[in-house]
């Protein structure tokens, strides 16, 4: 284990207060989540990890009930604050604690614009600093308390290094002139939406493998998915951990009648036959008596037009993105090449607004992105004569 002082368990609302004012004069946060995905139905942050340059500390937010004063601090343009991979934080923050944010600085993304390889944060601690995170405490309950030792110490990992990764990837930013494309980056952040869970009562549709099951498994299907979603509810797990899609598929397709019928398809345990069988058995026998459903009306295709634009844009961006040695997303996300095939912009004033194309962008890549659409019209109308 790497030999650190111990991160500040912090986990009263005066002890967070106190800290605060003190966090309220450094130039400079890093902040991590952790959250119990893996282990609730309704997942939550369950700590947050914060280290200025001296010192480390981890919030408790299941033992303090008010966290404004942390939000106060996120979202300050004063301070300067660093994550590593952001995106799935702040949707987490936000949508716990309605937190807004300002000033931020993502170590992974800066990573990615200078082309590196190296985007893990278990890698970049083993690269940099010859750290080894264990791997096992990813998976840990972290809603659980008591907090074990080591369970603290991995958490404190994951933003004790994050202010000298910053100063090295700010400087390689700025070293190869990169450093205005990831400020528009980042300043892109704060406005990420809340990510919420919305259940789907077709998501069975998605399922792989649902389209080779007969119309009646389909409908047996339908029931067994609906049942899953309300066992994860009534006892608060994710719905993989009351069985998994391919034992849906596995139920649907044996459409068993009893309860010995459940022993030896696939992902059934003897536990899990106690605890679902009855409700196992009364979704295939309801999904008997149901009218199989229909598939859903699959999204409209674009146009061809609009196809051909996006195609063009695409092999654009690939090759732009190999010139410089990143990943295509860097030069554009895909979002935006869908926005530019659609609205087929024809002057740099048209470019303006468009998702994705910042001023950064839109300097760097409007004129290409107009000749690239320019000359895709151009064949359409030579094609047409």
Known sequence: MTTLPPATLITTDKALA??????????LLAIDTESNSLHAYREQVCLIQLSTREADFIIDPLFIEDLSPLGELLASPAIEKVFHAAEYDIMSLKRDFGFTFANLFDTMLAARICGSQ???????LKHFYGVTANKKHQRDNWGERPLTPE???YAQLDTHYLPGLRDHWREQLIAAGRWEEARE???ALPHIPPVERHFDPEGYWRINGVHRLSPRSLSILRELY?????AARRHDVPPFK???DKTLLALAARQ?????????IHGMTAGQIRRHGHGILRAVQQGRKRRPPSPPRPPKRPDDITTARYEA??????HRALERGVESDIILPREALWELARRAPTTPQELINVPGLGPWKLQAYGEEILHVLARVNGHRNSDKR
Do not use: C, I
């Open 18 to 27: 106190d800290h605060v004012r003190a966090w309220a004069d450094e130039p």
């Open 118 to 124: 190296q985007l893990g944060l278990a890698k970049m």
């Open 151 to 153: 369970m603290l110490h």
């Open 185 to 187: 980056v980042f300043d």
């Open 226 to 230: 609906l049942f899953r979603e309300e």
């Open 242 to 244: 009351v069985f998994s």
């Open 256 to 264: 068993p009648r009893h309860t010995q019928d459940l022993y030896g």
């Open 313 to 318: 844009l695409r092999n654009w961006r690939k």
